[in-house]
């Protein structure tokens, strides 16, 4: 069910093509954080890079990003807090929040590799509201709003319309050094592998979701995941018309930190093949 806002501070609802005062915001805040992202990207600089723990890193990059992003944020929503990836103070998981990741694809940035991301969300105690994934680099913009619709721009996504596995391209995360459950993901894999007519591993979930939504790929899979790798993707591909599941079918992604996300026609598929017999 879509709960409207309709508190002084959340004015304004989105049209089919016109996003809302909220999502409005969330565009500005990334597109201000994406110039940040360029602006050290286009220099080729090797930003200072502080290492959080095995094939995890933050850069200088991440943070002038989320500080640039808060400030539009704070701007327009004072009382609103935060649930973001570089900020551990007083970080929110409940009531009226910004779910911010200021990049989505930190290996792939610092490797002058150009397919990272932007992923905000608004999200209270219903669940998501809006989100925004940008591609800085390719200057792609995707929003949903709960109860809207899904889109590029200006254009309405639509989840993919294969309904068989043989034609299908699928999404995936592998687990890098240090994560657990290797071998499940790797028996995972190969069932899926055998099954489908490719797989790409492409180093944004975000993106990876927003592409599902967009008909890109048909699924994704991934594991160890946070809030913010997931929430304005969750939304995208709901609104496109498609399914986010955990990988046991349930409804706690995020507290499990993993996803499978579908076409409504290939979800059930992809879980069965992901499972096994």
Known sequence: ?????????????????????????????????????????????????????????????????????????????????????ETDVDRASTGPRFIIDPLDGTTNFLREIPHFSISLAYADDTGTVAGVVLD????????????????????????????????????????????????????????????VVGIRRMGSAALDLSYVAAGRGDAFFERGLKPWDLAAGMLLVCEAGGVVTDQDGGERMVERGEVLAASSALHALVLRTLNGP
């Open 136 to 195: 800085p680099m390719r200057d792609e913009l995707f929003w949903a709003e709960r109860g809207v619709g899904a889109f590029l721009g200006e254009r309405r996504l639509r989840v993919s319309s294969l309904t068989s596995l043989e034609a299908a391209l699928i999404h995936t995360g592998i687990p890098h050094r240090g994560a657990a459950d290797h071998a499940r993901y790797l028996s995972r894999l190969s069932r899926v592998m055998a099954s």
């Open 1 to 85: 069910m879509r709960r409207e806002h309709t508190g002084p501070e959340f004015r304004g609802k989105a049209s089919p093509t016109m996003p809302s005062s909220i999502a409005t915001t969330l565009i500005s805040a990334a597109r201000a954080g994406a110039d940040v992202l360029r602006s050290y990207f286009a220099r080729s600089l090797v930003p200072g890079v502080m290492q959080k723990g095995p094939a995890d890193f933050v850069s200088e990059a991440d943070l002038q990003s989320e500080t640039v992003i808060r400030r539009v944020l704070g701007a327009a929503y004072p009382d609103v807090r935060f649930q973001a990836e």
